[in-house]
């Protein structure tokens, strides 16, 4: 399954971040948005746009590292006409990877995906 990747933007720590989504939980589900529905959505989620949490998942950045990541549950459209990217609140962690700092989301291939660190999940 393809990936997504995305700076936390604002989020000093991973801690911070967690807490953030918890926050957000709280006010129902948690989506991203953006403009545009990504061309390889189906390659993330699958044909119909809804995901089980088992396809790709948004990996975090935070200071230029990937550290975490919160499986995608699917695409959606906001009121505004803009797309919404569902995400599971709960970030998983993973072993820190480099990752320079970008506007968005980025593409990231399965092969380069850090590997998730023995299970460990922070509930956001």
């Not at 803009?82 to 990877?97: K, S, Y």
């Amino acid at each position: 399954m393809l990936h997504l990747t995305k700076v936390a933007f604002g989020a000093t720590s991973l801690e911070h971040l967690a807490e953030r989504l918890k926050q957000r939980a709280a006010d129902g589900p948690v989506f991203l948005t953006t403009r545009y529905l990504p061309k390889r959505h189906e390659e993330i989620v699958g044909a119909d746009g809804q995901g089980d949490g088992k396809g790709g998942s948004l990996y975090w950045i935070i200071k230029h590292t990937l550290v975490a990541r919160s499986p995608i549950l699917g695409f959606g459209e906001t009121e505004g006409g803009r797309v919404a990217i569902h995400i599971d609140p709960a970030l998983v962690l993973t072993e820190g990877r480099p990752k320079r700092a970008h506007q968005g989301w980025r593409y990231l291939e399965p092969g380069d995906a850090p590997a998730d660190l023995g299970g460990d999940v922070v509930v956001g």
